[in-house]
């Protein structure tokens, strides 16, 4: 399996609504956090996360700087969605699978001067995506460890972006199944894949659910029911071991 280098700089394609949340500090999650750590993806949502007490002021933040509140583009290809018989109810359908998540965050699009840009922002309350984003002293997040940090924008390393998206699995699991809830089992798994991470990567985690449901279905218990996963990875240029 082919993955990206880390990288060493923000993603630019999402400095502008960052840029626009000064002095608050966001973290990256999805596939814009993926990326960073080397997931070999594409970035169409750029996912950022702030603390539950900046939530509104942020909304403000972005509403004030040109971006304008949506709904989530999702749906067949272009032009594939006239070929249906009801094509607002195929997207109702759709939709209806991120119920948690559209109920709990906000969407926007990029200002109208930003003609190019096609992707959306959503924004998220830490809360909902289990990212600890307690602040120190400064008004940042403490935990300054286990981020890279680029500005306001901080991107969690491996083992903090796999223990928020399994904690907000979990919580989806709970509500039933999910579009949204197979896209976090999938992530973690292309996570897995990609960045060659181990079965005991949050067993240090204070949350038996999340070790439990990791184990059973990429860790140790995954494992003894199936065989060692093949996690051998190679870079673009050359090898990764």
Known sequence: ??????????????????????????????????????????????????????YQSAIKKLSDS??????????????????????????????SGYKHLDGSSTTFNYPARCRERTEQVVLIPNSFAHLKLEPNTAGQFADAAHYDVFGNIWYPDEETLIESLVKAAIDEESLGHSIWGSLLEAWVSMMVGYLDIQNDIIDNSDDERAVAWYSKHFGRIYEENHGPMDRRITKRLGSAS
């Open 66 to 95: 040109g971006f304008t509140i949506s709904t989530p583009k999702r749906g067949p290809r272009p032009g594939a969605i006239a070929e249906y018989r009801d094509p607002e109810r195929v997207l109702q359908q759709i939709n």
């Open 1 to 54: 399996m082919f993955r990206d280098p880390k990288q060493v700089i923000a993603n630019p394609a999402a400095s502008l609504p960052v840029s626009s949340l000064q002095p608050v500090p966001v973290a990256a999650w999805g596939a814009l956090a993926m990326a960073h750590l080397g997931v070999l993806m594409v970035v169409g949502v750029h996912m950022l996360v702030v603390r539950d007490g900046d």
